[in-house]
């Protein structure tokens, strides 16, 4: 059941502009990281093989496994960055999605682009 109190959003300006700032840095950081994880799967390498024996296929494809996951990982917390951006502009940032109540200050110190308090995650 959402909670009826929701906090005021931070009246200081200066503090939203470093919360912008931060958060698009972060952004643009995740968006390099990705576009590099993806050019480096479009250098050929030959034929991948899965043998009995480990061997220069079987690692280059356990390395692309393991790429493919990082970039999985990296665009979800991208949407979760470009999400908390929606909400600063919206004024509701630093209000949990679930409950409706605060977050508390350490918690979007910690991860800035959280969306729900610590009881609700």
Not at 24 to 37: G, H, S, T
Not at 80 to 96: F, H, I, K, N
Request: proline share 6%; charged share 25%; hydrophobic share 45%.
């Amino acid at each position: 059941m959402p909670a009826t109190h929701r906090p005021d959003p931070d009246p200081d300006p200066s503090h939203a502009d470093e919360l912008v700032a931060s958060l698009e840095a972060l952004r643009d950081d995740l968006e390099d990281r990705a576009a590099a994880l993806r050019a480096g799967a479009n250098v050929p390498s030959g034929g991948i093989s899965f043998g009995k024996r480990v061997g220069e296929g079987t690692s280059i494809a356990i390395e692309r496994f393991t790429d493919v996951a990082i970039h999985e990982q990296i665009m979800h917390q991208l949407a979760a960055v470009e999400a908390a951006l929606v909400r600063v502009a919206e004024g509701t940032y630093g209000v949990c999605d679930v409950c409706g109540l605060a977050i508390a200050a350490e918690r979007l110190e910690a991860i800035p682009w959280a969306a729900t308090c610590v009881s609700c995650a």
